[in-house]
């Protein structure tokens, strides 16, 4: 009768697990999550996940969408903002016209490393489209499901 109660225990260990990872919850390092709250105090909507090895935050902060992107220690390794696509560079929406004609930009952002170097992103249907400072095209990063797992796939 012990043996029956510690299994089912067991089991209800396992199925409480598979059900919080199932739902995407995340286990973010403390030291993540006070860098954070040291540079976006004010940040609201905070969802939390895993990009490769580190962790992004995805929120709002004075209406705007954000993410940044932390390692395992809390430091910050880019921020990503959503801006209007009209502040994209010219060659930007001038290498889109010539190479999506059939498409448009659908949304914009600034992205910003830890050593500051500014890069752009416009999605578009096929994917991402990363373009230096200058509006230059570097890469695609199309995002693949599999698995129901979102997975990004970078194309030069």
């Known amino acids: 009768m012990n043996m029956k109660k510690i299994f089912l225990a067991m089991a209800l260990m396992g199925i409480v697990s598979l059900s919080a990872s199932a739902a995407g919850e995340t286990e973010v390092p403390a030291a993540v999550k006070s860098s954070f709250q040291k540079l976006y105090p004010k940040a609201e909507k905070v969802k939390w996940?895993?990009?490769?090895?580190?962790?992004?935050?995805?929120?709002?902060?004075?209406?705007?969408?954000?993410?940044?992107l932390f390692d395992k220690d809390g430091k910050l390794l880019e921020t990503e903002t959503e801006i209007e696509i009209s502040a994209l560079p010219k060659a930007v929406s001038d290498y889109v016209t010539k190479n999506y004609p059939n498409d448009k930009i659908r949304e914009a952002s600034k992205i910003v490393d830890a050593k500051n170097v500014v890069t752009y992103e416009a999605e578009v249907k096929e994917g991402d489209l990363v373009f230096d400072a200058q509006g230059n095209f570097i890469r695609k990063v199309v995002e693949k499901k599999d698995n129901d797992n979102d997975e990004k796939k970078e194309k030069k």
């Open 49 to 68: 996940g895993k990009e490769d090895v580190n962790y992004e935050a995805e929120f709002k902060q004075n209406g705007t969408e954000m993410s940044c």
